[in-house]
């Protein structure tokens, strides 16, 4: 484990917030102990919160003194109130070679220009000699939509060629495909993620995803900006998660590849479109790579508290957030090397903290309430897959997740706009809770961005666990003072200026009566249901509903 030098004295942060001795007033979400939480975490004596860096010591030991104050119950290791991650670094060695041969012609690749490549199995060098070239369509199999674009091709030692997004995300009105996997909205099938693993399991020696802006809802500068480092969790068997190369190729290297091929990129997308596609190899094309990889382990740590359920103790409910951020980076032009995470997030973080507060002044709930602060988000959701895959209390048994992940900071709203709108039951009882607030919910307006891929409450989604998930990133709320326009503007402002970076700090002027309006509408959905015996759902068209059934005779 890596030597953390900045201890909780240190840090200055031993004591407990006196808010917390308060009686939390009848909406129980406070503003003023919101601010007061986030300018802990935000703080330059915790060095931006980096997993495994210098401040994670004192994060760890503040959240849980805060936890131990509200008399809760530790649900970490061995009785603990901490769960170990270890994770694995890897980062690309300067110089790696890539190279394209079609059309009896050989093409160096250069590295963030044309390709991004890297790997997430433990090897010091990945040499890739003439492998040959299989385009795969969308590399999705969904069999409740009846589609599979392997139809059992082999892929071992191949490289799978594949495009952005879903199967319909470019279809045609008319087109049997369209609708099939939401339209322009983004299902997991068309995360990158879940194209590696998919390729992973398929054989595929290595995976190549066609970058095209649109489908990607990112430009090629995002691809490129982990400059060759990447992180995991330590797997006992990384081979069946991660090809041994997984990257990006641009689009016009692809459309070159496949006319020296005699192929049309355009046709063979249109063609990928229709459920009778089948793969299509590269005739006399090859790939070819050979690139160092350092790799580094360093443990990182969850913070879990419960409060078990008094009648339904083995059925939980979970709250969450990640309480890290990026640590240090170049120089602002103050001179601050800290990225603090405020908002992302820092704001979350204190969202659990106050329902934790709620939850400890009222009465104890039928079902177990945990509390997961996460960490290592920001390298890949890695520690609530940690957690997911080595859960405290059974995934099939815990009824709902609430995760918080930025959190406005603007005011009050009419709204809250709701990521991942439309999948699952728990969305009804988000929006009776906001009636009663005199509120409504919006669905996130661009749900081709595929946000509700990017928190950690898809870590348990992905395994069948009703989520819901705020995001204040996702679109601008209907602000009582100046409309859907400020709310954008404040979206804006804060994306495009300090996300991930070091101007996302704590500011004494936030108003955080929305913030907390939202957190409160997460409070009351969640207490309800630890209250209930309950089992939400997710709707027909999920592709989380197949998964969830999986265990159903766990919660009969």
């Known amino acids: ?171 045609l009105p008319g087109e049997p495909v ?10 997991y099938y068309g995360r990158w993620i879940y194209k590696y693993e998919e390729a992973a399991r398929r054989g595929a020696l290595g995976a190549l995803i066609v970058h095209e802006t649109a489908g990607a809802a990112y430009p090629w500068s995002t691809v490129v900006a982990s400059n060759g480092e990447s992180y995991d969790v330590v797997r006992p068997d990384p081979d069946k998660v991660h090809p041994l190369l997984q990257g990006w190729i641009q689009r016009d290297i692809a459309v070159d590849l496949f006319k020296a091929s005699g192929l049309d990129f355009e046709a ?78 820092g704001m979350g973080v204190a969202g659990v903290l106050e329902i934790a507060r709620a939850f400890a002044h009222g009465p104890r709930p039928r079902r177990s309430v945990v509390f997961g602060v996460w960490t290592a988000e920001e390298r890949g959701l890695l520690g609530s897959e940690y957690y997911a895959a080595h859960p405290k209390f059974p995934l099939a048994t815990t009824a709902g997740d609430f995760t918080m992940d930025v959190v406005q900071t ?54 069948g666990v009703p989520t819901l998930l705020i995001m204040g990133m996702a679109a601008g709320p209907d602000l009582v003072k100046g409309g859907r326009a400020a709310g954008d503007a404040w979206v804006n402002d804060y994306t495009t200026k300090c996300y991930h970076q070091v101007c996302d700090d704590w500011h004494a002027d936030w108003d955080l009566s929305g913030a907390a309006a939202d957190i409160d509408l997460f409070y009351e959905v969640g207490r309800d249901l630890a209250n209930s015996s309950r089992w939400p759902t997710w709707n027909a068209a999920s592709e989380f509903k197949p998964v969830r059934a999986q265990t159903a005779a766990a919660r009969k």
Not at 178 to 187: I, L, M, R
Not at 410 to 434: F, I, K, P
């Open 410 to 463: 603007a005011g009050a709203s009419h709204d809250l706009v709701l990521v991942g709108a439309g999948q699952n039951s728990l969305e009804a009882d988000l929006a009776r809770a906001a009636a009663r607030q005199g509120r409504t919910i919006t669905p996130d307006p661009a749900p081709e961005k595929a946000l509700f891929y990017r928190a950690d409450h898809f870590s348990v989604a992905k395994r």
């Open 1 to 171: 484990m890596r030597t953390l030098s900045l201890t909780l004295a240190a840090a200055g942060l031993l004591a407990v917030s006196p808010a917390l001795a308060q009686k939390p007033p009848p909406n129980p979400i406070s503003p003023a102990r919101l601010s007061a939480d986030v300018k802990v975490l935000a703080d330059a004596k915790l060095y931006g919160r980096a997993p495994g860096g210098p401040g994670e010591a004192g994060t760890i030991a503040w959240l849980t003194a805060q936890f131990k104050a509200l008399g809760l119950k530790p649900a970490g290791d061995k009785g603990g109130w901490t769960q170990a991650v270890p994770l694995i670094r890897f980062t690309v060695a300067p110089d790696p070679k890539f190279s394209l041969t079609a059309g009896g012609k050989t093409q160096a690749l250069a590295e963030t220009k044309q390709i991004m490549a890297w790997t997430q199995r433990p090897t010091d060098r990945v040499v890739i000699a003439n492998a040959p070239l299989v385009f795969v369509g969308y590399g999705v199999t969904a069999p409740e939509r009846g589609w599979d674009d392997f139809k059992g091709v082999d892929l071992k030692g191949k490289i799978a060629v594949i495009l952005i997004n879903d199967p319909d995300f470019e279809a």
């Open 268 to 345: 063979l997308k249109k063609q990928a479109r229709t459920y009778g596609f089948k793969p299509v190899t590269l005739t006399s094309a090859s790939f070819s790579a050979d690139m160092g990889v350092k790799t580094a382990k360093l443990m990182s740590h969850n913070v879990l508290a419960q409060i078990p359920g008094t009648t339904r103790p083995n059925e939980s409910v979970m709250f969450g957030a990640h309480w890290d951020a990026f640590g240090q980076g170049p120089a602002d032009a103050t001179g601050d090397t800290i990225r603090h995470g405020a908002i992302d997030d």
């Open 178 to 187: 369209a609708g099939k996997f939401g339209g322009k909205a983004a299902t």
